[in-house]
């Protein structure tokens, strides 16, 4: 029985890294025929067997991906009977879509050049992604959840009852938005920070009208400011660091106002909560915070405070 589970897992890890591949190959050459997509299949490292995908396998496979990615392989009759991506720009958008099928697509091709796994690092990435699957199902269900948390402010966990909102990956780390029933409050939980996890059958209701998306709109990270109004943030960036900024924008809103050789001039509207300034002083001396005066002062009060530790 142990043998039939694994090997079941076996055929679904399977089945996953060819509609990643499928995806993959259609997306890369925009329009492709069933005949070129056999073509690459015959090269590719996937392909155990060395046999072709039979025609009604591939409309399955389409299928699958559709109802599993919400991706859309469409059949262009009048072109010759190419297949491309539908939805392309969504695809490319981001979103939890693009964020699974990245994740499959580095598996793949990492399985693609085996050889090369040494020579390609990855960052560690802390415990906790072992109670996905618990959170998922209560988010599912909207069940409440009991979790042993312990935060750093505390040198034992406590336990206690979440009702669970959403999940959010913010810098390597799972976070949970859970309403605390005893706090009447929306509150965050770090995965990693958590010993146990454990569903319950008590059952919530999840508002109708709230959107995790637009919670965290204004937010540069995970901390959500309760103040109604997103602040206009401007900041100077010097030097060839603010070429990091164009390829990766600190947050959604951001927007290029000056343009220079020595700098470049970037504007923002959101909170300016803790991890936003944590990573503004994170780049040094490379940035200048302009507009408003209330964080360029908070800033530099931390500036000051750091210089009078390394003047000891």
């Not at 995806?23 to 069933?34: N, P, T």
């Not at 997509?37 to 396998?57: A, F, Q």
């Not at 050889?115 to 960052?123: D, G, H, S």
């Amino acid at each position: 029985m142990k043998q039939k589970r694994k090997s079941n897992k076996e055929s679904t890890s399977i089945l996953f890294n060819r509609y990643v591949w499928l995806v993959e190959s259609i997306l890369s050459a925009g329009r492709i025929s069933f005949e070129e997509i056999n073509e690459k299949w015959s090269r590719s490292r996937l392909n155990y067997s060395g046999d072709h995908i039979p025609l009604r396998t591939f409309h399955n496979h389409r299928q699958a991906i559709e109802e599993m990615f919400d991706i859309n392989i469409e059949c262009d009759k009048r072109g010759g009977y190419v297949y491309y991506i539908e939805n392309e720009d969504e695809v490319h958008r981001g979103g939890m879509r693009s964020w699974m099928l990245n994740a499959f697509s580095v598996g793949n091709l990492l399985n693609e050049s085996a050889q090369m796994k040494e020579r390609i690092l990855f960052e560690k990435i802390p415990s906790g992604h072992q109670y996905l699957t618990s959170f998922l199902e209560a988010i599912h269900d909207n069940l409440a959840v009991e979790i042993s948390y312990q935060s750093f402010e505390r040198d034992e966990p406590n336990t206690f009852s979440v009702e669970p909102y959403c999940l959010k990956v913010f810098r390597l780390r799972w976070y949970l938005l859970a309403r605390s029933p005893h706090y009447h409050e929306l509150r965050i939980y770090s995965l990693d920070r958590m010993h146990q996890v454990a569903v319950t059958q008590t059952t919530f209701i999840y508002p109708a009208d709230f959107s995790p998306e637009n919670y965290f709109y204004n937010s540069y990270g995970i901390i959500h400011s309760h103040s109604e109004k997103p602040e206009t943030v401007v900041i100077k960036v010097f030097g060839n660091q603010r070429r990091y900024f164009e390829t990766l924008p600190l947050h959604h809103s951001q927007t290029l106002l000056e343009d220079k050789i020595e700098y470049a001039v970037f504007q923002y509207l959101l909170h300016p909560t803790y991890d936003f300034v944590q990573e503004l002083l994170s780049h040094g001396e490379n940035i200048e915070v302009l507009k408003p005066t209330s964080l360029r002062q908070e800033i530099t009060s931390v500036i000051q405070q750091m210089s009078k530790i390394y003047k000891k």
